[in-house]
């Protein structure tokens, strides 16, 4: 019998756009060091093939209606790990799926790059943190070298636990260490029989971020307006207004606005198709035009009208099916070949992934914020030029990403923007 590797991936983005102190009131940049890493040639090509596969997953669980969280670069980073153990042609298959292309091998370095920037404990304009933890089954034997790999290049801590005889103790422990690198946002992320006796290893990414936005919403300017919930029926919302300057840009259809967080290292990108039902023709256009949307951004006076909105998934998504269809079915089948993370002389304990569970949260409101003004004189002739107008008020798509490379951190649609709890 095969024995079962699992995939876990949990992301949590908390927007509290002023929730707690982070560089009130700065404008402080990032460290140098920390944006000339994230700019290298590796780690921006590692950033594309994180999006490339974010887009490739986003087009096969947006079907139907409703609200979608989810991180493309958690998932990347859980696949890379099992990758670095992967061989012949799993190894091939795995790195098609992840868009590696040229970049092969160089990947874990440009990970390691990646995540030597975002765990960086001198920054205070946000807080990001990106762990990896793998846990193996104390009796199973792993390869050196790729214990060597993944300790230098993704800061993994390995934790033997006893999964042959205490899967589900073990269950209950790997859910309360992601609750604990979450904040408690990502609770339960493993689900009740996803471990069993043939469970060997469970390899691990959780995120948390927190930020402020760059130029705050007042929270007195609050109020209800009407959303446009699946782009048809009317509800009322806590709808935030601001006016101020933001990189905007209008293709043909949508509009994109870009709204950083303090140290402008980190920014939301918010897609609104023209039309209140026409959410779906963008996600089709998403893959092949995200990038020269964001490239096309100019600065420029915008009044924003955005929801407070809060996405969370209630049960971690099995992504099995998606990633087999994407191109990697043998890694979940008896052929499946991770000799470079295990290679016992029992054919029969060889490993397979079981799954890959991902879950996510984000909140976006304006708790806590304080209020703000800002004039400008504006000197000469003529009349000042109307603000653009960006209005959220049906179904829209977000990303959350590094502004510096591009990597996504976060991908997701609001379809209603209404709590559920």
Not at 22 to 29: D, M, N, R, T, V
Not at 168 to 183: D, L, M, S, Y
Not at 264 to 271: K, P, Q, Y
């Amino acid at each position: 019998m095969k024995y079962t590797l699992t995939v876990i991936a949990a992301f949590l983005v908390v927007l509290f756009v002023a929730l707690r102190v982070l560089a009130q009131g700065s404008h402080e940049q990032p460290p140098a060091v920390e944006s000339a890493v994230l700019k290298s040639g590796p780690a921006r090509a590692l950033a594309a093939a994180t999006n490339r596969f974010g887009f490739d997953l986003y087009a096969r669980l947006r079907g139907g209606s409703g609200n979608i969280v989810m991180s493309p670069a958690s998932i990347e980073l859980a696949l890379l790990m099992t990758w670095a153990g992967a061989r012949e042609g799993t190894a091939e298959e795995m790195s098609g799926v992840l868009h590696l292309g040229e970049l092969g091998e160089d990947a874990h370095a440009a990970a390691s790059d990646m995540l030597r920037a975002w765990n960086d404990p001198g920054r205070k304009t946000y807080e990001l943190a990106v762990v990896n933890r793998i846990f193996i089954e104390k009796t199973a034997p792993i390869e050196p070298a790729f214990v060597e790999l993944t300790q230098k290049h993704y800061g993994v801590a390995f934790e033997a636990l006893d999964f042959r005889n205490q899967f589900e103790p073990g269950r209950r422990h790997i859910n309360t260490w992601v609750a604990g690198q979450t904040k408690n946002r990502i609770e339960d992320l493993l689900p009740e029989r996803s471990l069993d006796h043939l469970t060997r290893l469970v390899l691990t990414n959780a995120v948390y971020f927190l930020g402020q936005w760059d130029q705050r919403f007042d929270e007195t300017a609050t109020d209800d307006s009407a959303f446009h919930v699946g782009g048809r029926a009317t509800a009322q919302v806590r709808m935030m207004h601001q006016s101020g300057t933001f990189g905007l840009a209008r293709p043909q259809g949508l509009a994109v606005l870009e709204m950083p967080y303090v140290g402008e290292a980190l920014s939301m990108v918010v897609i609104l198709p023209d039309a209140r039902d026409g959410l779906g023709a963008v996600e089709e256009r998403l893959d092949a035009e995200y990038d020269r949307w964001v490239a096309d951004l100019v600065p420029q006076k915008v009044e924003v009208s955005f929801p407070r909105f809060r996405v969370a998934m209630p049960e971690a998504i099995k992504l099995k099916d998606q990633l087999s269809a994407m191109g990697m079915p043998v890694s979940f089948t008896d052929a499946a070949n991770f000799e470079g993370m295990s290679n016992p002389s029992d054919p029969t304990e060889k490993l397979q992934i079981g799954n890959v569970y991902h879950k996510a949260f984000v909140e976006v409101n304006e708790e806590g914020t304080e209020a703000a003004a800002a004039t400008a004189v504006v000197m000469g002739r003529g009349a000042a030029p109307r603000p653009e107008q960006f209005v959220a008020d049906h179904p829209f798509l977000f990303v959350i990403r590094d502004a510096r490379n591009g990597a996504i951190l976060f991908l997701g649609r609001v379809d209603d923007p209404r709590p559920t709890d």
